[in-house]
């Protein structure tokens, strides 16, 4: 660039440029620092630009003001200052004139007067800067200022200035136009309010006055600049970040690199599994786990997996088979960019599963979707952009996968993974998950999966059931010793000797007389051997053992155990108490300062929730429970003791006993677990057989379960048309794990005689029906199809042994519906299987009957339910009137849930009922759940339209039983009511304040939250409100997307096809 009309060349770094300090800008490029140029040559000096020198970039440390860090005399704005002041000083003519240095500087337009820099140096950001500069001189001389095609002027602007100059765009364009106004927006914010001079046609001199007031109109070159780079410091940071888009390309090109590597045949796994790099580190920062067991980098490394064939794998309890299954699941959405079901036994470890793999959603770009209660749509929103992991339980897997099918989208699933695959030998749930994965089986040849299991035994039926490969391994992170208790003795037990068993020790404890009596078992001298410095949990036979366990323990520990985390234990009954919404139960109020707890169904959700984390971090170190805690969350224990090999009065099986001695030994903190089963002299027999017996064997239920399994299995594959006749049943049901057992199971019908039999009921009640008359010989190919009943039936996912009491119910309920109150409503969608279970207070029942309104009362009697037959229950006459008592019963029930609607208040429904809490709690739930499904079952009706809408507003009030102001909060995973109070109160009241919180500010704003907890529910409600946006994309896309079948128009097959032609 030798003269003032060259073009000034903007050049584009790929990365940040290396700043120099102030002197060596004033300077010109290849100057030492503090050497000044002299005349003109130094003038083109200073215009020069050197070659950047590359440095790493951090977006994060962008500096707003480009390497320069003060105002000083010696710096640049100094410089250009002198040079403005001598040139505003001129003798010779009085008026302001340009020097040539200064003309580099100044590029006027004599229309807008616009004053434009370009540094080329690299030390500077390369910003484009406007200001005015006003000059007879600059008026006639412009320089051409050119800028390569497809540079980006704003491409190596910090962040933080970008901002600014978006917003200083539009005012450019203005002053580009003659017409534009006198007042034009500055980089400073400020306004500039002088009209512009009219040129004049000789040179004239100024007197002294005006020139000082032409000077004090005109703003400085110094102040200009200082001023908009002082106000591109003030701007606000724009959302978007360079570091944040740089990461987003390399994770996104690691995917891509990972997608081409699990494509080919290559044993190069890529960074993590082929996985991105990012998956390990998340994995290190959420989960603390830096580096796999030998046996789940084998596991993932199996040929079989590569190959995409299904597996089975068998471990240990706590073996750390879930890794396994996650880092597949991530492989599955990342890489193949596929769907994935993830099946689990219960609603709560559903929940805690959203929790955790929430934050790797947010961070991965997948959505993470609940399945569970009354929660998930069917069928799923069909999404382009990201995919989704559904996470279920075993019922709603079965709609999810039932409502794929119908759509012909059940290819979109690339994997299932199903959790605890023994529960498929489990009644009816486990006849629900055998329908599920036969159908997956049957109608997809690319869905894979995969199952896991730590008591498996008849592997090879249930292989072939799956087509599955097989991995096993013994490995337990901490070693287990199992021991047995008679008397005062204790053996260690051992497989290998001739008795089963070899002494160990006699346990030494002194006991008092009173203390024999209390504590026969010597619980308490087990207890106090681990207690409190380590954990311990004692499986009772049932709930109310566990309290009363709990409670003797406390009296015989030493006072010294109340000194242990007292504050914390303080602070978590505190919290206890908040959660009961002020009520403490007496038994939790005398244990928990001992640092013991009990735990059972009996207590709210939100009490197991609080024990669990309480017991988990170390303030609670003894935990009395059922069989249920076993099979539920992971809260491993250095010492397991078993109170008795029951669970109620049945004896404990092989696999259930394998479950809670599993929780034995804590990966990391033991070095050893322990699990000791106390038993008396007439059950060491019985005992012995089975601590030494293998593992029962899974055997299929979906015989024995008639309308919860074979019906309804055949009754879907008529309505979802994966078959059509009896022969294509046959088909499918050689296929299914009950056709393989079939043999072993039923040798006196064959599996041709039951799918008849089933198929005949179907048809009897209504809910398929022949196509056309057939004779006896062409019966097996006679065509079925599904009557409305059935499809209601099959799309309300309900149990056909209540389709048609329900149908009943409802049309009765068509001839008076009483809406003045939602007890009529609530009768209705009442769960019939929750029935058996009730046994009234008949007392109660009488007071709360004798409370009802006139419009409750008439509820009672359309529904068949008399205060007579209830007065003479309460006081014990006999009654003579044939009555329904499963009708009197649902009833009651229903007064449960009308008392929960109106008060949202467990605790005192519980009291006034008198029933456990827990029950009360289980009893919502069911009725939400079963409140959607009669709401699905109204959807395909048309004659209960009028249920629509009620049953809709319905369901949202069982399912949360809170205040309407509570319902958004409760929606993030992981938030319970007690949680949603205390966000409420801190003016968190919608999932997006939740979403944008800091989880540091929550931890500070939020009582007893942890920092784990703050993160989860963060990311939990990140993830929730990206679904639900993007669920509103696919929606405006497909109402803007052009149907298919526009008249006049060819379909692109259609011209595809004439092409070929």
């Known amino acids: 660039m030798e003269g003032p009309s060259s073009g000034i060349r903007r050049r584009v770094s790929t990365r940040k440029r290396s700043r120099r300090s102030l002197g060596e800008v004033a300077a010109a490029g290849p100057l030492e620092r503090g050497e000044e140029p002299e005349g003109s040559e130094g003038r083109r000096r200073r215009r020069r630009s050197w070659s950047p020198q590359p440095s ?51 590029s006027k337009s004599t229309e807008t007067s616009e004053f434009n820099i370009i540094a080329t140096d690299s030390n500077l950001p390369e910003v484009k800067s406007q200001d005015y500069c006003y000059s007879p001189k600059t008026s006639s001389v412009q320089e051409n200022v050119t800028i390569e095609p497809g540079d980006d002027l704003l491409h190596d602007v910090p962040c933080s200035q970008a901002l600014y100059f978006e917003k200083t765009k539009d005012s450019t364009s203005d002053l580009n136009n003659p017409s534009a106004k006198e007042s034009y927006p500055l980089p400073s914010h400020q306004t500039l309010k002088e009209t512009p001079v ?50 987003e390309a ?28 990012k998956v390990r580190d998340l994995f290190v920062q ?49 890489c193949r960019q596929k769907n994935v079901l993830m099946i689990l036994p ?65 290819n979109e699933l690339g994997l299932v993974v199903v959790d605890e695959l023994h529960m498929i030998g489990e009644g009816s749930r486990g006849a629900i998950l055998e329908i599920t994965l036969a159908k997956i089986l049957y109608t997809s040849k690319t869905t894979q999966i995969i199952g896991m299991s730590a008591t498996l035994n008849n592997i090879e039926e249930l292989q072939e059931f799956l087509k599955a490969e097989y991995y096993t391994s013994k490995f337990r992170p901490v070693e287990l010793k199992e021991y047995l208790k008679i008397n005062d003795t204790i053996y260690e037990v051992d497989i290998k000797t001739e008795k089963g068993y070899t002494f160990s020790r006699l346990l030494k404890c002194k006991y008092s007389d009173n203390l024999k009596k209390m504590d026969p078992d010597h619980l308490v001298a087990l207890v106090t051997e681990v207690i409190p410095n380590y954990s311990c949990l004692v499986f009772c036979p049932t709930k109310k053992n566990c309290e009363n366990v709990a409670n003797m323990i406390c009296k015989f520990l030493n006072k010294d155990y109340l000194k242990h985390r007292e504050k914390e234990k303080c602070d978590f009954l505190k919290n206890l108490k908040n959660v009961s919404n002020g009520t403490l139960c007496p038994v939790l109020k005398r244990t928990i300062p001992f640092g013991v707890a009990y735990h059972h169904s009996g207590l709210t959700s939100d009490e197991r929730k609080i024990i669990e984390e309480a017991y988990a971090s170390g303030v609670l170190c003894l935990l009395t429970c059922t069989s249920t805690l076993a099979a539920g969350v992971n809260l491993p224990a250095r010492r397991v003791i078993l109170r008795a090999p029951y669970i109620a009065t049945q004896f404990l099986k092989r696999n259930q006993y394998q479950q809670m001695i599993g929780r034995a030994g804590r990966a990391g903190i033991d070095t050893v677990g322990e699990s000791i089963l106390i038993l008396q002299e007439k059950d060491k027999h019985l005992v012995l057989e089975l601590v030494n017996s293998p593992l029962e064997n899974c055997c299929s239920h979906l015989g024995q379960e008639i309308t919860k399994g074979i019906q309804s299995l055949l009754l879907s594959l008529i309505g979802l048309k994966i078959t059509r006749n009896l022969e294509g049943i046959y088909h499918f049901m050689c296929g299914t794990f009950f056709g393989i057992q079939q043999k072993s199971l039923s040798e006196e019908k064959s599996l041709w005689d039951i799918s008849q039999k089933a198929l005949a009921s179907l048809i009897e009640k209504g809910l398929l029906q022949k196509q056309n008359v057939c004779n006896n010989e062409e019966e097996s190919q006679c065509d079925l199809q599904i009557t409305k009943l059935g499809r209601a039936s099959l799309k309300g996912t309900l149990d056909l042994a209540y389709c048609g009491l329900l149908y009943k119910d409802l049309k009765k309920g068509l001839e008076g519906l009483v809406l003045e109150s939602y007890l009529h409503l609530i009768y209705l969608t009442t769960p019939y299987d929750m029935v058996s279970q009730c046994r009234p207070d008949w007392m109660i029942y009488l007071s709360r009957f004798n409370h009802l309104s006139s419009a409750e009362q008439k509820v009672a009697a359309i529904v068949g339910v008399t205060e007579g037959f209830i007065t003479k229950k309460a006081s014990g006459q006999a009654i003579k009137k044939d009555v329904d008592k499963d009708i009197v019963n649902r009833f009651y029930l229903s007064f449960v849930l009308y008392a929960l609607l109106k008060e949202t208040n467990v605790w005192s429904v519980s009291e006034k009922f008198n029933m456990s809490r827990g029950y009360v709690q289980t009893l919502l739930s069911g009725a939400a759940s079963f409140c959607s499904c009669v709401l699905h079952f109204c959807e395909e009706l048309e004659e209960f339209w009028v249920y629509r809408a009620l049953l809709t507003e319905l369901t949202k009030k069982l399912s949360y039983c809170v205040k309407a102001d509570l319902v958004p909060l409760m929606e993030v995973a992981g938030v319970l009511e007690s949680r949603a109070k205390q966000l409420y109160d801190a003016d968190y009241k919608t999932v997006a304040h939740l979403a944008n919180a800091d989880p540091e500010v929550l931890i500070r704003t939020i009582n007893h939250l942890s920092r784990r907890q703050a993160n989860k529910i963060v990311s939990s409600a990140k993830m929730l409100l990206s679904e639900k946006a993007e669920a509103l994309k696919e929606e405006v896309e497909e109402l803007l997307r052009p149907p298919p079948d526009i008249p006049g128009t060819i379909a692109p097959s259609s011209k595809s096809h004439e092409l070929t032609q």
């Not at 000077?215 to 780079?229: E, Y």
């Open 250 to 277: 390399i994770l996104s090109e690691e995917i891509n690199v990972a997608k081409k590597t699990m494509e080919s045949s290559s044993d190069d796994l890529g960074p993590f599994y082929s996985l991105p790099s």
């Open 56 to 106: 790493e970039y951090d977006g994060s440390e962008e500096d707003m003001f480009g390497g320069y860090d003060s105002f000083a005399e010696n710096s640049f704005l100094a410089q250009v200052d002198d040079l403005e002041q001598k040139y505003m000083q001129s003798p010779e003519l009085g008026i302001i004139t340009t020097q040539p240095a200064f003309e580099k500087l100044c």
């Open 346 to 410: 219960y609603v709560a470890i559903v929940q805690e599963k959203i929790s955790s793999l929430s934050s790797f959603g947010v961070e991965l770009g997948f959505l993470v979707e609940e399945y569970a209660g009354s929660k998930g749509r069917f069928p799923p929103i069909k999404r382009r952009g990201k995919k989704s992991l559904y996470i279920a339980t075993i019922e709603k897997g079965h709609g999810l996968v039932n409502s794929l099918i119908e759509d012909g989208r059940i």
């Open 286 to 334: 959420y989960k603390g786990i830096k580096q796999l067991y030998d046996w789940q980098h084998t596991c993932l490394t199996l040929t079989c997996l590569q190959q995409r064939k299904n597996l089975i794998y068998s471990l240990p309890t706590s073996g750390g088979k879930t890794l396994v299954a996650e880092i597949l699941m991530l492989q599955e959405l990342l």
């Open 198 to 247: 009219e040129q004049p046609q000789e040179k004239k001199k100024l007197s002294p006055k005006s020139l000082e007031s032409d000077i004090s109109r005109r703003r400085s070159l110094k102040d200009c600049l200082k001023s908009a780079m002082t106000g591109n410091a003030k701007a606000q940071t724009p959302k978007f970040s360079k570091r944040e888009q740089l990461k």
